[in-house]
């Protein structure tokens, strides 16, 4: 479960940022393509938070939608596999979106 590891990265980051203080809550952006399950990832958090300055700190989770181009046709379509054929017939096809895991932000207690 490779969730847990990017619960514990986004945390570490989050501190470092925090300098000291408590982290009250915990922003991601999560591309649809990423390959992170976003409840598990949930899960994870509040056992990877426990003993940090996350601790009790909600994360709140952006689904970023996965977009594609077709290079040879140019056409922008909608994309939920990293596998996926455009329907000009080609599959040379560049994820344009999707493929996302950024902390966005992080809000610090008083």
Do not use: W
Request: aromatic share 4%; glycine share 10%; net charge negative.
């Amino acid at each position: 479960m490779h969730e847990l590891s990017i619960a514990q990265g986004a945390i570490e980051m989050a501190e470092q940022a925090a300098a000291g203080r408590r982290i009250t809550r915990i922003t991601l952006e999560v591309g649809e393509l990423a390959g992170v399950t976003i409840e598990s990832l949930s899960f994870c958090f509040d056992l990877a938070a426990e003993g940090t300055l996350a601790e009790g700190a909600t994360l709140q989770i952006y689904k970023v939608e996965g977009l594609a181009q077709c290079e040879l046709c140019k056409r922008r379509f909608r994309a939920d596999s990293p596998l996926m054929i455009c329907e000009c017939g080609s599959s040379v096809i560049r994820i344009v979106q999707g493929e996302e895991l950024n902390l966005k932000c992080i809000e610090l207690g008083s």
